[in-house]
């Protein structure tokens, strides 16, 4: 612990992840969040043209999310997610019009993969050996590089899940990023890659619960509080300049930077940032999910690519989703609501509809914008950076975000100045 003031600066997961982490050790900590609510782009709220709260995105959380489920567990919000017994993955594809089950078995030897009942329709338990080659990736190595795309495995199982974890086509990702992401999940076995579902919401189970442990420990928490500048000075930020005044910073106060990475880029001297992005638009449907609907449905050979089944609505997320920036919303609609109704075995009109577009939801996960990804320690001896655009080794997911957080905060409390 530091006898200064760890000064955070935004407010969505890598914020809080670093906040909570601090408190918890007993640092004097305030939080700087220029909107007001916290969370980011993982929050809930309540959508007029729907009539319901929902979440931003369907943001997917595992149970190998390690840190994930150690902050649920420290704020509290670790009963607020359900978790099946087992891991199955429900696909769907909509040009044949057939369904199958992914089911790995819980132990990390992968015996599934010998099961004709558990694997991917069509495939060999070869073709699942051969994955292996994406964990000796080079850094400037694209996941198709390392393996087949034209197998039936990449078209029906490793193309639409590292698309969604990636947020680009896994024909420009990178590889060492997919086999992270395949290390921690399969890679560990289905115990590792069980779905948790968030009933009421990722907000009331991350991001309310995480507020209250900062307050209630004695950290501050100030919305509506705009960050314009930076001050430096011999190697260190001396000030913070905000819309409403200025923060003078003494001997040992420290500052932990967790904003996107284009703002951070304006507020931080010659910081090199990942430039490219991808969107990810969610079209939410107020139909109740009909009986036998899994929680979630991986599609192919549709616009459409996951499903998500809510008690109030049905949910669609479409990654790396550029070409439908500037798609009119109420055709888009339509069409994904057809392929919805299909899947579903729902024979209904159009219901109450709302699509949430993110423009720049997550970096561009290729080598090249990995390869500008930064540490959490800075040049600067009282700066240290956090969010799911820093080198977590991870995609843009809400582990990184955590991770980040938390080795942001490690940072903060151990550095000398």
Not at 160 to 189: F, H, M, Y
Not at 240 to 263: C, K, M, S, T, Y
Not at 358 to 370: G, Y
Request: proline share 6%; charged share 25%; with cysteine.
């Amino acid at each position: 612990m530091t006898n200064g003031t760890v000064h955070i600066v935004g407010a969505g997961l890598a914020g809080l992840s670093a906040a909570v982490a601090l408190v918890g050790q007993g640092q004097k900590v305030v939080v700087h969040e220029l909107a007001r609510h916290a969370g980011g782009r993982c929050r809930s709220y309540f959508e007029p043209a729907l009539g319901m709260t929902i979440d931003n995105g369907n943001h997917l959380l595992l149970s190998g999310n390690a840190s994930a489920l150690a902050f649920l567990d420290k704020v509290g919000g670790r009963h607020l997610l359900g978790e099946p017994q087992h891991a199955e993955f429900h696909f769907f594809d909509l040009a044949a019009k057939n369904s199958w089950v992914l089911r790995p078995n819980d132990g990390p030897v992968p015996w599934w993969i010998f099961s004709k009942d558990r694997r991917v329709p069509q495939t060999r338990a070869s073709d699942y050996l051969r994955l292996g080659r994406l964990l000796k990736a080079a850094p400037c190595e694209t996941v198709t590089e390392k393996i087949d795309s034209n197998s039936v495995l990449y078209k029906r199982l490793m193309e639409p899940v590292l698309l969604a974890a990636l947020n680009c086509d896994p024909k420009e990702g990178s590889a060492q990023l997919a086999a992270a992401v395949i290390r921690e999940t399969l890679g560990r076995g289905g115990k590792a890659c069980r779905p948790l579902f968030a009933a009421n919401g990722l907000g009331p189970a991350l991001v309310d619960p995480a507020i209250s442990f900062i307050e209630k420990d004695g950290g501050e928490v100030r919305f509506d509080h705009s960050l314009r500048a930076i001050e430096w000075q011999d190697a260190r930020a001396r000030a913070l300049q905000f819309d409403d005044g200025r923060v003078e910073f003494g001997r040992d106060d420290r500052i932990v930077l967790a904003v996107p990475a284009w703002v951070a880029k304006t507020l931080v001297p010659e910081l090199r940032v990942p430039t490219k992005y991808r969107s990810i638009f969610n079209a939410h449907f107020a139909y109740p999910s009909p009986k036998g609907v899994p929680k979630i449905t991986g599609v192919i050979n549709a616009t459409t690519e996951w499903l998500f089944a809510f008690d109030d609505r049905l949910s669609v997320t479409v990654s790396s989703a550029d070409r439908f920036n500037e798609a009119e919303r109420e055709p888009l609609a339509r069409r994904i609501w057809s392929e919805v109704a299909t899947i579903a075995g729902i024979d209904a009109d159009l219901p109450r509809w709302q699509i949430v577009k993110e423009r720049r939801a997550t970096f561009a996960a290729t080598p090249d914008e990995n390869a500008l990804r930064p540490r959490a320690q800075t040049h600067w001896k009282n700066l240290f950076l956090a969010g799911d655009w820093t080198a977590t080794g991870l995609p843009a997911t809400i582990e990184g975000a955590i991770r980040s957080g938390e080795t942001a905060a490690k940072l903060a409390m151990a550095t000398q100045l």
